[in-house]
């Protein structure tokens, strides 16, 4: 597999399908494969608009580097990141280094509520074997972008989907060599399943079984938040998707939420995301999102 991707040419198709037909839940926004040697190669995951997007990037040769909070990974040969915007990261090329890599990026309502999950149980950087699916797919998308036969949004919407999904099924063992607390996991499924209570940090402390001062302090090494913060920006995010795919009002919203005033909820909004739900809602940036 790995000797297919190094005889692809460098190319990064426009994806681009401008008539609006349903309202997709999943949609390639890009895909490629580059060489970069230039320290002008850098990217701020917080720079680049408020439209969500996912974007998983394997190394083939030479190394890459990908910094989120205080962390920083080195991208080498067989690795890939697993990030989205808008994020606090920053993917860039150290001096004098060079870097090969492809490329897949997508968005929509049901993508990013997977990717979140693969972002917490799989993590930033992952490995992917030559013969993993996940690269078969890649390989399918770009071979099929070049012959031209994903041209139309529903192709497209379900080459993206099956992409995902091979990257879960990839790391149904491999999410071993990578593992995420026990008690990480169980925090996520308790707020999932009340999204909609007023839940606090003591509710999560109390799921995951230890004293909120233990709990905070084992979650913000796990996770390089806090909990609380992890649990505004998962309630705006069940928002946002709410915003995007149910008729609501914006009241419903923020009672499905778990928000007990919605003049709140709409102040932490549009902080987040720089629009009001209202807004957000009729932004034509969101037709596939």
Known sequence: MLSELKKLDFYTPSILFPSKTLHLHSMLVNCGHQYVDSEQYNFNGMNRGRREMAIWQYTIEGSGRLTIGNKEYELNPGNAMMVHVPQEHCYFLPPGGQWEFVFVSF??????????????RIGSVAHFSE????????????NSFKSGLIDNPFSASMSAYKFVMSI??????????????????????FCMEHISDPLNVDD?????????????????????????????????????????TELLTVNEIADRCGFDDSSYFCKVFR????????????????EYH
């Open 168 to 189: 879960f099924e990839d790391h149904q063992v491999e999410e071993a060599g990578n593992p995420v607390p026990t008690f990480i996991k169980t925090v996520v499924d």
């Open 271 to 286: 902080e987040e995301y720089g629009h009001s739900p209202g807004e957000y809602r009729n932004t034509p940036d969101h």
């Open 204 to 244: 999560m402390a109390e799921a995951a079984g230890y004293s909120r001062y233990h709990f905070t302090r084992l979650f913000k090494k796990s996770q390089g938040m806090s909990p609380a913060l992890f649990l505004k920006q998962l309630k705006l995010k069940q928002a946002e998707r709410l915003l995007q």
């Open 107 to 120: 968005n929509g309502s049901e993508l990013m509520r997977l990717w979140d999950e693969a972002e917490k």
């Open 131 to 142: 013969d993993s699916k996940t690269l078969a797919a890649f390989l399918e998308i770009f």
